[in-house]
């Protein structure tokens, strides 16, 4: 590879340009990032509480199983740590009861929501956007493309988990109590290292120019999936097509231009 290709990508050891990179991406693809105040404000108003809950709880529950799914194909054992950190967490550090789906039930109920209207509420759409997304997991081939799924994963995390929570309209607590439950005050605080976590994962597994690119684009599907999912959550009060048009843009956007204002 000739010196300008290389120049369009971050040292491989600063996690600083790093991050400004992936951070880059996700703030010009993903939908979250992008939107304006204005319009996240109308589309939460506008969608019911419940959908979000129920969205979210279905999503929670496949969180552990997809991170799951990642360990055996990891080869490098600094990288299955990471990860198995990651669902140590999400599984609640061997304490069933803090599994943080049954916190987020419990972060429900004090909102003044029914947790059984949660569990049965119809979320069948919904699998349409995971099951595709774990088979590309499946198929990944190595420890950077898989990096590249964590990253993507992760790296909208504290964009959801906002997204989340100004979405519910507590009615038997305040906002404010309502952040001090376990679920939220949890996700809150770690959301930040989580990311981290991701970013070195990420730089770590790669030692070369194809990887990198490699990565960026398994990273790229994890915010596409982002895409679709708050696409179906919020389907009933998007401006019809709007989201699907972005995220069809999103989807052949060039990498190299990107690449490039790094």
């Not at 990471?82 to 972060?107: D, I, R």
């Not at 349409?128 to 898989?146: G, H, S, T």
């Not at 009615?171 to 005050?185: G, I, W």
Request: proline share 4%; net charge negative; charged share 25%.
């Amino acid at each position: 590879m000739n010196k300008t290709e290389i120049s369009l990508f971050p040292d491989k050891k600063n996690i600083e340009q790093w991050e400004h990179l992936v951070k880059q991406v996700v703030s010009e693809n993903g939908w979250l990032a992008s939107a304006s105040a204005n319009e996240l404000r109308a589309v939460r108003e506008k969608t019911s509480a419940l959908r979000v809950a129920a969205y979210w709880y279905h999503f929670s529950v496949f969180a552990a199983d997809f991170l799951c799914l990642s360990l055996p194909l990891l080869q490098n054992h600094a990288n299955r740590s990471y990860v198995a950190q990651t669902v140590n967490e999400e599984l609640g550090n061997g304490v069933p009861e803090q599994v943080h789906s049954v916190l987020l039930l419990e972060a429900f109920t004090k909102a003044g929501m029914d947790k059984y209207a949660i569990l049965v509420y119809p979320t069948i759409e919904l699998e349409e956007v995971l099951e595709p997304f774990r088979q590309r997991l499946a198929k990944a081939k190595n420890d950077y493309e898989i990096s590249g799924f964590f990253l993507g994963f992760e790296l909208l995390a504290e964009h959801n988990i906002s997204n989340v929570f100004e979405c519910l309209q507590p009615c038997e607590c305040t906002r404010e109590e309502l952040q001090e439950t376990p679920y939220f005050q949890e996700h809150f605080k770690v959301e930040p290292e989580h990311i981290k976590r991701a970013i070195t994962m990420g730089m770590r597994s790669c030692s070369d120019d194809h990887q990198i690119k490699s990565m960026l684009n398994t990273f790229h599907h994890g915010i596409s999936f982002w895409n679709r999912f708050w696409s179906v959550v919020h389907q009933d009060v998007l401006e019809p097509n709007t989201l699907k048009l972005k995220i069809k843009e999103k989807e052949t956007l060039s990498r190299e231009p990107l690449l490039a204002k790094v």
